[in-house]
């Protein structure tokens, strides 16, 4: 068991910038998860920490240990591929003990890690298979394995389900938080799936462009995003954004644009004034307004497209040029083509700088 940390890590190939001054503690037994779209800088940051890349300038630290030049086998790390290529002619108590047989181990030893494992995992029935002879999720399962006999410090995962159909990344999800919280071992765990990040992490990397946007529990990135990219990125679908400008008007401050956009804030945004933001609404913070006049922060608009997925319903809706999602539980009550009115929450709302995109409620 052990920390890790970055330290100022920077990685280029050639010129290009993938990793940017990364800053990063983990600590002991942590379930971190790293996301963020493709080739952002992931993969990358996973693989300096395993020893497979060279990093152009900074240190890495596991435990006490700065590992920047030590051997990828001296690290006491095991990783999981997306694709984690099993050996074919090999059973899957073979496969799993390959790694141990070239450590060494003794036969006893190798004996007891692979059943130990095996029954973490409940594969104890498949020892003898060959790998063609199981599922896919029975295939990660033994990748999985084969990473835990080694008992390693630290776990690397990168999008290890991706090759997985969406019902058994649900399920092999779960099974991963349990394995962690059996094992209680560190775990770096890779995504591009904010989904798979916001269910998995104890805290949550979110990467853009090879720099970190904010680390935080899923619970806060949700909550109090830094920016809008992070605003943007988790939450599914994703949170309404809306060009406008702020006004003040009679001593209060609103938020309107030409679409006939007007949101009352209890903020003064003193600063803002006539100046560009953009304001964010969730999804779920959005209600129908059913009373007949017309309040504060309430919009009529024009329904474009229902999406009726039996518990809840996503409203696709605009008014001007803005098209806005709702998601409202049960069944739709309304058809495309009406007119409605719907509420914004006035408590559950986010202002972003237009320009520098940071969150100008933290
Ligand atoms: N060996 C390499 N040589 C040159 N560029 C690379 C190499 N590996 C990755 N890259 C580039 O670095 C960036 C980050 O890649 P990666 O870390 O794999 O992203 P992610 O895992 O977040 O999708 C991408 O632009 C990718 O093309
Ligand atoms: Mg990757």
């Known amino acids: 068991m052990a920390t890790v940390s970055f330290k100022n890590v920077c990685k280029n190939f050639g010129d290009q910038e993938v990793v940017k001054n990364l800053n ?93 494992a095996a029954t973490i995992l409940g594969i104890e029935h498949l020892l003898e298979r060959k790998p063609k002879e199981l599922s896919g999720g029975q295939r990660q399962r033994v990748a999985i394995g084969r990473a835990i006999v080694r008992e390693p410090k630290v776990f690397l995962m990168d999008e290890p389900l991706s090759n997985l159909d969406a019902k058994l990344r649900v399920q092999m999800r779960a099974e991963l938080a349990k394995l962690h919280q059996k094992l209680k071992t560190t775990c770096i765990y890779v995504t591009h799936d904010q989904t798979e990040a916001m269910t998995m992490g104890d805290r949550i990397v979110v990467m853009k ?86 309040k504060e922060n309430c919009q009529q608009v024009r329904v474009d497209v229902v999406e009726n997925l039996g518990a809840e319903t996503l409203l696709y809706v605009s008014f001007g040029e803005q098209s806005v999602v709702c998601r409202f539980m049960g069944a739709p009550k309304h058809s495309v083509g009406n007119n409605i009115n719907i509420a914004l929450n006035p408590n559950r709302y986010y202002i972003f700088d237009k320009e520098t995109g940071n969150s100008l409620l933290k």
């Open 24 to 116: 990063l503690e983990i600590e002991d037994q942590e379930f971190i998860v790293l996301v963020g779209p493709s080739g952002c800088g992931k993969s990358t940051s996973l693989r300096m920490l395993a020893g497979l890349e060279e990093i152009t300038s900074g240190d890495i630290l596991i435990g006490d240990t700065k590992v920047n030049d030590m051997e990828p086998k001296d690290r006491d790390i095991a990783m999981v591929f997306q694709n984690y290529a099993l050996y074919p002619h090999m059973n899957v108590y073979d496969n799993m003990a390959f790694g141990l047989k070239l450590r060494k181990h003794s036969a006893s030893e190798i004996e007891r890690q692979v059943n130990e």
């Open 209 to 294: 462009d090879g720099v970190v946007q904010q680390v935080a529990s899923p619970s806060e990135l949700y909550n109090s995003p830094n920016n809008i990219f992070v605003a943007g990125f988790i939450g599914s679908p994703a949170m309404n954004f809306i060009d406008c400008k702020v006004k003040q008007h009679n001593g209060q401050t609103y938020l309107v644009n030409e679409d006939g956009f007007s949101y009352l804030i209890d903020n003064q945004l003193a600063d803002y004034n006539d100046k560009e933001v953009v304001f964010g609404i969730r999804p779920e913070d959005i209600s129908y307004d059913t009373t007949d006049t017309p």
